[in-house]
């Protein structure tokens, strides 16, 4: 079956970089998403990854995928107190359903001043 | 700002009443879903409307109708809720069904029940 996993809680300083790490257990995933959502907010998708890329970089979010090991990154970079959110990776598996999202439980990041 | 429109923001309705929730698109997008989120939780899906027709329907139960009056609209229609259908309701869109295609969000309506 499908399973995506994220820790629970990230705390990090204005301007530091912040890693945000995400597991899954689908091989056939395709694609690979990360979404923000601030408080009493949707979901902003961020940025997303084919799964025959290893990295994607854009402006301040750089994503690092490692098929083998089936793990999915998000790193900030200059993180600042707006960047406050949980955050939710989803896979897109290959199978016959088409654009199904699997999402993990999501990481709440704290960027303290 | 979201280039998915969802109304209203809020909604505080009794176990008796119907209501509708909507949502509007006018990106050209041809799937529509609909998710479930309580608090804490990632948003579970609900519905998949794909070219106006029902694609998925996730064993939600019958007192949620969904209905896509056009490409551009989407409405969830309730009836008779229980205190636990509490929750943040998001409806998204993407450009169709296919494997690559983002799902974007709205900012969702967040239901109570009394």
């Known amino acids: 079956g499908e399973d995506v996993e994220q820790s629970l809680f990230l705390s990090v300083r204005e301007g530091d970089s912040s890693v945000i790490n995400c597991t899954y257990t689908?091989?056939?995933?395709?694609?690979l998403y990360w979404y923000k959502q601030e408080p009493g907010a949707g979901l902003q998708l961020l940025t997303y990854i084919f799964s025959n890329m290893d990295m994607k970089q854009d402006q301040r979010l750089t994503v690092l995928l490692n098929k083998k090991d089936k793990h999915l990154s998000l790193r900030i970079a200059d993180t600042q107190t707006g960047d406050s959110a949980i955050y939710f990776c989803?896979?897109?598996?290959?199978?016959?359903?088409?654009?199904?999202?699997?999402f993990g439980g999501g990481t709440r990041l704290m960027v303290k001043p | 700002d979201t280039e998915v429109t969802q109304t209203p923001k809020h909604l505080v309705m009794g176990m008796t009443n119907k209501k509708s929730l909507k949502c509007e698109q006018h990106?050209?997008?041809?799937?529509m879903y609909w998710y479930k989120q309580k608090a804490k939780k990632p948003p579970e899906l609900m519905f998949v409307y794909s070219y106006e027709k029902l694609s998925i329907n996730e064993s939600v139960p019958s007192r949620f109708s969904p209905e896509c009056p056009n490409s551009s609209l989407l409405n969830l229609h309730l009836h008779a809720l229980q205190p636990e259908d509490s929750a943040l309701y998001l409806c998204?869109?993407?450009?169709?069904?296919?494997?690559?295609?983002?799902?974007?969000f709205g900012d969702g309506t967040r239901l109570s029940i009394l």
């Open positions: 990106m050209g997008h041809r799937a």
């Open positions: 989803a896979e897109s598996p290959n199978n016959n359903a088409g654009n199904m999202l699997t």
């Open positions: 689908d091989s056939s995933s395709t694609y």
């Open positions: 998204a869109s993407s450009r169709s069904k296919g494997l690559n295609q983002p799902q974007h």
